[in-house]
């Protein structure tokens, strides 16, 4: 069995660092619902044009995923390294993450896995994750983005939903709350 993982919002949390960025550069809140996909539609104080101030300030720091803080539980990190090292599942880390400055995208993401998991897992940057999951021939996949779960299930890509109150207008799919969740019910039970 072929798994897909995302890897913001499912292994880190990115949506906090954006959080704190914004709160750094325009005193806004931290501890903040996000309900839409757009930042500046849910966050008290920011607009579009400080939305995108605080994506430059992303592209513009260095190295800027290795310093994401975890999101996964340690519960959810010793399921993923179990799955692994038992060989349940190939696990694919597939992200569409944009330059930032410093190192790629891909060696910046398979340092943090190393870091925070402990596993060289394999990374894949691309914004087509639907196309490189049938390529890759995935048999189902885990991803928290409205955008990129359409494009899974355009592509036939059977896909749980990582739930998070922007993704749950999204009905009549399956949803799970961690990591851990997805991966007893959808690799140990199956």
């Known amino acids: ?14 949506n906090r660092a954006f959080l704190e ?5 325009f005193s806004t809140p931290i501890d903040v619902e996000i309900t839409v996909w757009e930042f ?3 966050v008290p104080g920011l607009d579009l044009e400080k939305e995108m101030k605080v994506w430059e300030e992303i592209e513009n720091t260095e190295d800027f995923y290795e310093k994401l803080p975890l999101y996964a539980s340690q519960e959810d990190i010793q399921i993923l390294k179990d799955v692994v090292n038992k060989k349940l599942a190939e696990v694919y880390l597939i992200t569409a993450r944009f330059p930032v400055k410093g ?22 940057v691309t914004s087509s994750k639907g196309k490189k ?4 021939g995935i048999s ?8 990129h779960i359409k494009d899974l299930i355009d592509h036939g890509i059977p896909t749980v939903v990582m739930d998070w109150p922007y993704n749950r207008y999204l009905n009549g799919l399956p949803r799970v709350r961690s990591l851990k969740e997805f991966l007893e019910k959808y690799l140990f039970s199956g």
């Open 1 to 14: 069995m072929k798994v897909m993982i995302d890897v913001d919002d499912v292994l880190t949390n990115f």
């Open 133 to 136: 999951c049938q390529k890759l």
């Open 40 to 42: 500046h539609k849910c």
């Open 103 to 124: 190192k790629s995208v891909e060696e910046q993401t398979k340092n943090w896995v190393k870091k925070h998991i402990g596993l060289d897992l394999p990374v894949i």
């Open 21 to 25: 960025i914004a709160n750094r550069l």
């Open 140 to 147: 189902i996949a885990l991803d928290d983005a409205p955008h």
